[in-house]
């Protein structure tokens, strides 16, 4: 076999790792080029590993991989970006490992989603540079929806087909969108949604992160539009999401100026 296809460079998120064997580490990660691949790192529990700090969950990373039978060994890797502030404040690591986990969650090792490593990278980015987190949370599960063909409807109503009007509606996470009240009583799982909740919901759909970023959302709306979103992606997933509970616990535990 030629040389080149024992052996190929890809760029990389690492999503999480696990131990294997006696000093290896099974990786997951998300790949620019092949999507989501699981991969080897031999010896990298070892001491003097010069791989392992570059495998760690949430840093960006070129990975040389040579082929085997089972899975992909890591021959080399090398930091592109470690992200470090996500390290260095425990809110800041929760909102990369909610990124992190619903991206896992989502996806299989089906192939390459370039559009999607991109705002991958980018939501890490971002959160690394103290980007307003319900900003980038927010944008990024609307765009992370669109991408893997879960787009809520949010222009007509699910049931009757027609035109939604300015006013508070319903949003049903099993028909997958908005439905107007004159049909909401009548589906079983609908929710109240508000019509600035719906707006802010639709400015995101349409927009670049820079416009997206010029909203100004209150708090009561910024609340109802995360629980919103947090039920349809528990819905698609059929379960719970882990990352939000901690999530919740953190940003509720006083500050040290308070204690």
């Known amino acids: 076999m030629p040389s080149r296809e024992r052996s190929y460079r890809v760029e990389a998120v690492v ?6 064997g006696e000093a290896d580490r099974l990786l997951v990660v998300y790949t620019r080029e092949m999507g989501k691949l699981r991969v080897v ?7 003097r590993s010069r791989k392992a700090g570059h495998l760690e969950p949430f840093t960006r990373v070129q990975l040389q991989l040579a082929r085997a039978r089972d899975m992909p060994i890591v021959t080399q890797a ?11 404040d425990l ?11 619903l991206l896992d969650r ?43 063909g879960f787009r809520p409807e949010l222009t007509f ?21 908005v439905v107007c009240p004159n049909c909401g009583p009548g589906v079983p799982d609908a929710r109240p949604v508000s019509v600035s909740a719906l707006r802010y919901l639709r ?16 708090t009561p709306v910024q609340l109802e539009i995360e629980a919103l979103l947090g039920y349809y992606l528990s819905v ?8 939000p509970a901690f999530l919740r616990m953190l940003r509720q535990a006083p500050s040290p100026e308070e204690t």
Not at 203 to 218: G, K, L, P
Not at 236 to 243: A, C, K, Q
């Open 78 to 88: 090398e930091t592109v970006d470690a992200y470090l502030p996500l390290r260095d």
């Open 157 to 177: 109503c699910v049931q009757n087909h027609e035109e939604i009007q300015a006013q508070d509606q319903y949003f049903s996470a099993v028909l997958g969108g």
């Open 203 to 218: 400015h995101f759909q349409r927009s670049t992160f820079e416009e997206a970023a010029r909203a100004r959302i209150s």
């Open 15 to 20: 999503l999480r790792h696990t131990d294997w």
């Open 41 to 47: 790192a031999k010896g990298a529990r070892r001491l």
């Open 91 to 101: 809110l800041r690591t929760g909102y990369a490992s909610y990124v992190i986990e």
């Open 106 to 148: 989502f996806t299989y090792e089906e192939g390459e989603n370039r559009p999607l490593y991109r705002l991958l990278a980018d939501s890490l980015g971002r959160l690394s540079e103290g980007v307003d987190p319900f900003l980038t949370l927010r944008y990024y599960e609307i765009r992370l929806l669109d991408l893997l």
């Open 236 to 243: 698609l997933l059929e379960r719970t999401l882990n990352t």
